[in-house]
Structure formats: C-alpha cells, structure tokens
C-alpha cells in the first residue's frame, strides 16, 4: 500500500523531519564539500544517526536519508568505487532505519503516531552539481539524459529498506517528468516528488507549480507532491496552487527563508519562522497533509509542529465520538 495514504488515512497530518545537513553543521560537521551531508557518511555515520533519532523524539513521522548528494559521479570524484560508492547509498538507508526501529522498540513511543517512514533521499541533477543550480534548473539536458543520470542511484535506493524515495528541490518540470517515467522501472516503489520554488506561484525554472503537479496527478507512483527548500513566505500561495491542480496530497517543507549561497557555502538574509505550528496550521487550512522542515530548521521546530498536529487528532476523535 502507498505508505504515505497508510498514515493519512487515519491521522490528519503527516509530520517530517527538518534539516539534516544544517542540523549535523550545528554539531560540528564541516560540509564545505561537494558532497554536503553525504561526506558525513564517510566520517561520521552515527551523527548521522543522532539526527534521524532526535526528529523522531521531537515527532516526525518520516525520516529523510542523507542521500540527497550521495551520487556515483559525486563519490568517484573522491576516488571511490561504484561498490563503495553503492554502500555509502545503502548506509545512508540503514542508519535511518536504525534509528526508527530503536525509537519504535520503546511502545511509549508508539502512543498516538504512526510508525514513522524512511524516506530515501534522491536529489536534483543540480545538487550533484553543488551550484546552486537546483535553485534555477538551467541544466541544458534532455529528459533521457535526466533519466540515465538518476537512474544507478535510483536503483541502489529502491533496493532497501526505505518505505518511499523523496525527489527532492527539483527545479525543473522536465526533471520531475525524467523521474516520474524513470519510476516505471521500479512498479513496486512509491516516491514523492518536491519543486524548490522562487516564488508564491512558480517552481525555481518559471513553470508554473500549478501546472507541474498537474503533469505529475496521472503518475500513479507519485504518492505525493509539493515544494522544498523555499522561503516560507511563498508557501500558503504554493499550497493553495497545487490544491487547485492535484488529487495528491500536498507536502510541503520550508527552508528558514535565508538564501545559500554556494560560491561560499554560506547562508544570507533573514531566518523567518520557517515551520512554527501557527504557519504549519495556516499550510493545513490551505490543504497541505505533510508538513516539515528543510534547510535551517531544527528539531525543536518539528517538536512545535507535532504538539499542534496531535491535538488534530484528538479533535477529530472527539468530534467523531460525538456524532
């Protein structure tokens, strides 16, 4: 069954984690690599580790993997093999699963949640890049060469324990449809696939979101869709676009607001409350069913969110026994 319906036919929201690579930066990471958070994988996998078990602590009910970076060409730019490069994917996959198990074991954590899911992380052509160009999409490749370029990674991911694959900061329609198609190899997978955005009506390379999720509602594979690693300010207008032109649920999770900036791995701007309850529960009265954080957020961020999100379900409780 599509896990993603599994938790949504019987909680009203389905909470993510929030930022990973930032989050493993906080603890002393140094991620100044092309990479990211996938040279954590190298280094320190049981930071890694930490992350995925302190967002199921403060309530997510989905892990991410840190495999957003993780490709082949990436990792043979290091001097490693397809088969290490091959393990690393699969580490990244385990260590969240790990991480779930162990939380799940305890049943006080299994009180009014869901079994959290792994989801396996595929990023953006333009993140293998480590431009910045999953913030603009200007790629200049076909959707087969799309396709040929996801296609080893995606096959290592759909092999393990992962219960979804998360395309993630996609720039570009023509991507999301190289994704969308490549997911026919695999029938037995679900993914979701996430636009990064510039601005409240349109996906970082101009196409309108509304019309990307409308290519996408016939993909039977594609379990949900929405926007990633954008300034929240844009979100409620790119919820209420994508309700409009989609049966799927809607994700969505923010980035802080603040802008990278990849010439320095810096970050600019103003951090805006990127994933509070009060902007969580503006999202859900727009549509949105799967909330969460990117780049810059925290813990305690989801915390917020999960202490809102279940007191939804116990009014929608109250309000089903009192029919």
């Known amino acids: 069954m599509n896990p ?17 690579a930032t989050e493993l930066e906080q603890r002393g990471c ?12 190298i280094e320190a996998p049981h930071l890694i580790q930490q992350v995925h078990a302190d967002y199921f602590a403060a309530g997510a009910d989905c892990a991410t993997t840190a495999s957003y970076q993780a490709t082949f060409q990436g990792f043979a730019r290091r001097g ?10 699969q580490l990244a996959v385990r260590l969240a699963v790990e991480a779930r198990d162990e939380f799940w074991a305890n049943p006080i954590n299994r009180v009014g949640r869901p ?15 480590a431009d910045g160009s999953e913030y603009s999409g200007n790629y200049g490749l076909s959707e087969r060469e799309l396709i040929d370029f996801h296609r080893p990674r995606l096959a290592v991911l ?18 999301a449809q190289a994704l969308a198609h490549l997911l026919t190899e695999f029938p037995e997978r679900w993914a979701w696939i996430s636009f990064s955005a510039k601005d409240s009506a349109h996906i970082s390379h101009g196409e309108p979101l509304a019309d990307c999720v409308a290519t996408l509602n016939q993909s039977v594979q594609v379990a949900a869709v929405g926007v990633n690693c954008t300034a929240p300010c844009y979100v409620a207008d790119l919820v209420s676009a994508a309700r409009s032109a989609t049966t799927k649920p809607i994700l969505v999770y923010p980035n802080s607001g603040e802008i990278y900036r990849p010439e320095n791995s810096t970050w600019r701007g103003t951090r805006e409350v990127s994933t509070s309850a009060e902007e969580a529960h503006k999202w859900y009265e727009r549509g949105a069913r799967i909330i969460g954080g990117c780049c810059r957020t925290t813990p305690a961020q989801i915390q917020a969110i999960a202490s809102w999100a279940r007191g939804l379900k116990a009014l929608a409780n109250y309000t089903k026994s009192s029919d």
């Open 4 to 20: 993603i319906a599994h938790i949504l036919n019987d909680y009203p929201l389905m909470i993510l984690d929030g930022a990973l």
């Open 115 to 129: 079994k959290p899911l792994v989801a396996a992380s595929i990023g953006s052509y333009g993140a293998f890049l």
């Open 158 to 175: 759909a092999k393990t324990e992962a219960d979804l694959l998360a395309c993630e900061t996609i720039p570009c329609l023509v991507e």
């Open 80 to 89: 490693l093999s397809e088969t290490e490069a091959a393990g690393l994917m």
């Open 30 to 41: 140094d991620l100044r690599d092309p990479l990211w958070s996938a040279k954590v994988l």
